[in-house]
């Protein structure tokens, strides 16, 4: 069974740093990976979206990475701003079917101006 | 272009009482989900339909049931409510499965008194 596991579970930076979020999965064998963004009492909202034949993906301050043979990504976020404060979800695509993702549990990030 | 719509935002029920939860999505998409978000839990799939008159148990089922008359409508209903019910539900649409981008409706945050 896929495991998805996200760490830490919250930090809190000032603004301006650079950062990196940390994602890990047990089971190598994924058709892709997926960053969201959750804001309070809101939805999900995709952020980037890795396949399993890619490294990484850019969009804007962000740069997601993708080591699927360590079971590992990294998203990292350049120049942090307040706006940034979420949690932040990895998501794994993987299994028969090919209808499942499976989520971490996410890491909330505080950027304090 | 609305994306993924969930029809309540908020719901108080009393034990034993029913209720459905509509989701709709414009983006013609296939694969549709009802997701179940509960702290120190994460998102935890109940049931899922991978097109029109198809459905399928996910992770959570017990307690719930689902519909999928129509290919853009996901319809959740919980017939006898408990507390253990209380929760905030997501819904979410994929083009094809795990292998395409993820959309979440903004979630009904549901209490079960």
């Known amino acids: 069974k896929q495991e998805v596991t996200q760490i830490p579970a919250a930090l809190s930076v000032p603004e301006g740093e650079n950062l990196v979020l940390n994602c890990s999965f047990t089971d190598s064998a994924i058709y892709n990976l997926q960053w969201f963004r959750q804001d309070p009492g809101k939805g999900l909202t995709s952020l980037l979206l890795?396949?399993?034949?890619?490294r990484e993906q850019t969009s804007g301050r962000l740069n997601a990475s993708l080591d699927k043979s360590s079971g590992r990504s990294t998203l990292y976020i350049a120049a942090s701003q307040p706006g940034d404060s979420a949690t932040y979800l990895c998501a794994v695509g993987s299994g028969a079917g090919s209808y499942q993702l499976t989520f971490g549990k996410g890491t909330k990030l505080s950027v304090i101006p | 272009n609305a994306g993924v719509t969930q029809t309540p935002k908020f719901r108080v029920l009393k034990t034993g009482q029913s209720m459905t939860l509509l989701c709709a999505q414009d983006m013609n998409h296939e694969y549709m989900y009802w997701y179940r978000q509960d702290p120190g839990m994460g998102l935890r799939l109940i049931h899922y339909?991978?097109?029109?008159?198809?459905?399928a148990k996910g992770e959570v089922p017990d307690g719930y049931n689902v519909s999928r008359l129509k290919k853009q409508n996901f319809l959740l209903g919980l017939e006898s409510a408990a507390p253990s019910q209380t929760s905030v539900y997501f819904c979410?649409?994929?083009?094809?499965?795990?292998?395409?981008?993820?959309?979440f409706g903004q979630g009904t945050r549901l209490t079960v008194v």
């Open positions: 339909s991978v097109g029109e008159g198809t459905t």
């Open positions: 979410a649409s994929t083009l094809q499965g795990a292998y395409t981008e993820a959309f």
């Open positions: 890795i396949q399993s034949s890619q």
